[in-house]
């Protein structure tokens, strides 16, 4: 009987963490989640932190239950959000705290920045979307305010890639999450280092850029120790979306992906990056993708609005329920802009929705329905439509289809609500596409794929995708065969 290999993907967002073992079974790729745990934020020394303890902690755990469960895999991959990072001391010793994009202390320096490079000069240089929370901006940051702790720091790591430090003891920066610092030239696809002279940035704690499949090490002696096994560490694409995008399951070109959870992705793949001052003024980013490709995306609010006020709520309603209630408050006109900064870690989001509508002098949302259609209709599937146009004009290409998938595409209200305003297929599915897009780059590293295109080719006919289409005036969805 053949060995089957498994590939462990661990994968971590805002609010939570998974360990999915992936194999190849009759041609097709399985998965399994063995473990899960709950991820959020701390606050810490003034800030809002993420507790980078208790991860790694819990990504023991889930290398133990491997154990427990005699699966042994043969790598294992991790993928987390982009734009955060640690800084580490000589001896390999975390410096400060690792403070979360969510945390306010970036406020306003965006103008500082400008001081010393314009925005447009910016952008030609790294193409990259403005979003406040940037790591040029949290560098920047602490540059003004914490000049020592830059003094003192011999190494930049991103989440996952100290996540691996802690696994290996190797430090290795990987090519898609070191595109989001905003610090990496888009044409050279390596650090800008003559930017970061500009900005007062030290050069020598960036390391070498490495790509997707590259092995970081096993497992240190101790940490195949505690966990009763060792294997190889590979890096998928780190950040989470490059690793979703991996797992769209199309090879056509001609297609739009949107990965939806906390947050919403939308935008296309190409070979080149566009570093125009028309796309700056759409605001896409051309963050690094898989094998040298750019994702050229904007980042949307998404599912974080919606996380929020479920939370909010006293009743635990099911996504149906909820979907529900929206449905019923389709006769609610505001309107709110998604991307505005007072929707990004508030006290209350539907205080937040409430105080945006009354701010720009609209109706004020009352009951739980109306603020769930208020942040469906408005903030996303309107929103979704405005950015297809807005690709179809930078790209001057018109798009047949949008493929959604992650998490997010289980809601099958939002989804019937985005064919209604985009007017275009869309095919939902894989739902753990960042997981599958993981596991997919390590199986490459195996060459359990030829190349990209079979293993999208297996990914289509391994996992159920559905189309949402619009009959006869309502929304219906239904398998597509």
């Not at 509508?357 to 469906?376: A, F, R, S, V």
Request: charged share 25%; net charge negative; with cysteine.
């Amino acid at each position: 009987m053949t060995q089957r290999n498994y590939y462990l993907a661990i994968d971590i967002g805002a609010s939570s963490g998974r360990h999915i073992l992936g194999w190849i079974e009759n041609g097709t790729i399985r998965l399994e989640e063995i473990y899960r745990f709950a991820n959020g934020l701390i606050e810490k020394n003034g800030h809002l932190c993420w507790d980078i303890d208790r991860l790694f902690s819990e990504i023991i755990n889930g290398l133990k239950k491997c154990r427990e469960l005699n699966r042994i895999p043969a790598s294992i991959g991790i993928d987390t959000w982009g734009v955060d990072f640690v800084l580490l001391d000589k001896n390999g010793k975390m410096l400060g705290d690792s403070v979360s994009y969510r945390d306010k202390r970036t406020e306003n320096m965006d103008e500082q920045v400008y001081k010393i490079i314009s925005e447009k000069d910016l952008y030609s240089r790294n193409g990259i979307q403005k979003l406040i929370f940037n790591t040029i901006y949290q560098l920047y940051t602490i540059k003004q305010t914490e000049p020592e702790m830059l003094n003192n720091a011999k190494h930049f790591l991103m989440i996952p890639e100290y996540l691996n430090f802690l696994l290996t003891g190797q430090i290795k920066n990987e090519y898609t999450n070191s595109t989001t610092t905003q610090l990496v030239n888009a044409n050279t696809q390596d650090w800008d280092y003559e930017l970061m002279e500009m900005l007062g940035i030290p050069t020598e704690i960036f390391g070498k850029i490495y790509m997707p499949k590259t092995v970081v090490d096993k497992l240190t002696d101790e940490i195949a120790k505690t966990v009763g096994f060792n294997t190889e560490v590979i890096l998928p694409p780190t950040h989470d979306t490059a690793s979703a995008v991996l797992a769209v399951p199309t090879n056509d070109y001609n297609a739009i992906y949107l990965s939806s959870g906390t947050w919403s992705l939308m935008g296309i793949e190409r070979m080149i990056p566009d570093c125009t001052e028309l796309s700056r003024q759409h605001n896409f980013t051309n963050e690094g993708g898989y094998h040298y490709r750019y994702r050229y995306l904007k980042n949307i609010m998404g599912m974080w609005m919606m996380q929020c006020v479920r939370k909010e709520f006293r009743h635990k309603y099911s996504f149906h329920e909820l979907f529900t209630l929206a449905d019923i408050a389709k006769y609610f006109p505001s309107v709110i802009d998604v991307n505005d900064e007072s929707f990004l870690a508030p006290e209350s989001m539907i205080a937040a929705v409430q105080d945006y509508c009354k701010k720009t002098d609209q109706e004020i949302p009352q009951t739980e329905g109306e603020i769930l259609y208020c942040i469906y209709n408005s903030s996303l599937a309107k929103y979704y439509a405005k950015v297809v146009k807005e690709i179809e004009e930078v790209t001057r290409r018109e798009y047949k289809r949008i493929h959604i998938i992650g998490g997010g595409c289980q809601d099958v209200f939002l989804n019937r609500l985005t064919a209604k305003y985009t007017d275009k297929d869309i095919y939902v599915g894989p739902i753990e596409a960042t997981a599958v897009g993981n596991i997919v780059c390590q199986m490459r590293k195996a060459n359990e794929f030829p190349d990209l295109i079979e293993a999208r080719k297996c990914i289509a006919k391994s996992f159920d995708v559905h189309k949402t289409e619009i009959i006869e005036g309502r929304f219906w969805e239904y398998a597509n065969d």
